[in-house]
């Protein structure tokens, strides 16, 4: 239920469950780390089930084909995957560190926090929709990067009041379950939890 993903750079738990006990998740996420950069990307397809699995994880060959490139291209290539699936909602972000930066996009209903030393909680807004493979308007949202900093992305399977009050223990395994237990929608959909601290 939990996996958990170490690099001398980076620490993640992933919580992730599919709906109603279904044998396909409809989300699908991918996390990376090298010396040069981490991209972690969340894919929630439409509905549930198969075909949703089938987009989400269309979406995660993509990034991958193209993860060393930037944001804005990986969007692209993940939003041309879509054509003739059922489509998803996407959030990628990345971390640069020869540059100090993270960079970060999304179309949809996933949420994205990121927690600096500063305590300045940033929260991007995503843009409305879905990838379809259609032309689709992107906005790229470009942040410093500081060591120490945490992130917070989740599906909209996770009804969570504020992010806030938990994200400063996170990336505790037995926390991500706990907020899983208590603010899931009891089956009712796909839920995909990523938290980490960039070291």
Do not use: W
Not at 16 to 38: I, L
Not at 135 to 142: I, L
Not at 170 to 180: G, M, N, R, V
């Amino acid at each position: 239920m939990i996996e958990n993903f170490q690099h001398e750079k980076v620490n993640v738990n992933a919580y992730q469950n599919p709906k109603n006990g279904m044998y396909f998740c409809g989300d699908s996420y991918y996390v990376n780390a090298t010396d040069n950069y981490f991209i972690c990307v969340v894919a929630d397809g439409l509905g549930s089930g198969e075909f949703a699995h089938d987009a989400s994880q269309a979406v995660i060959s993509a990034a991958k084909a193209r993860e060393k490139e930037d944001v804005t291209e990986i969007m692209k290539a993940c939003n041309e995957a879509m054509k003739n699936k059922r489509g998803a909602a996407v959030s990628v972000f990345k971390v640069n560190y020869d540059k100090q930066e993270v960079v970060y996009s999304c179309v949809g209903n996933i949420r994205f926090f990121l927690y600096p030393p500063s305590e300045k909680l940033i929260y991007p807004l995503p843009v409305k929709g879905y990838l379809s493979g259609k032309p689709q308007n992107m906005k790229t949202h470009r942040f410093p990067f500081s060591s120490k900093m945490k992130f917070f992305v989740y599906s909209d399977g996770l009804n969570i009041p504020s992010v806030r009050k938990y994200i400063k223990d996170i990336p505790s395994a037995t926390s991500l379950l706990e907020i899983a237990e208590i603010f899931t929608t009891d089956g009712m959909d796909d839920v995909t939890i990523i938290s980490g601290e960039i070291l």
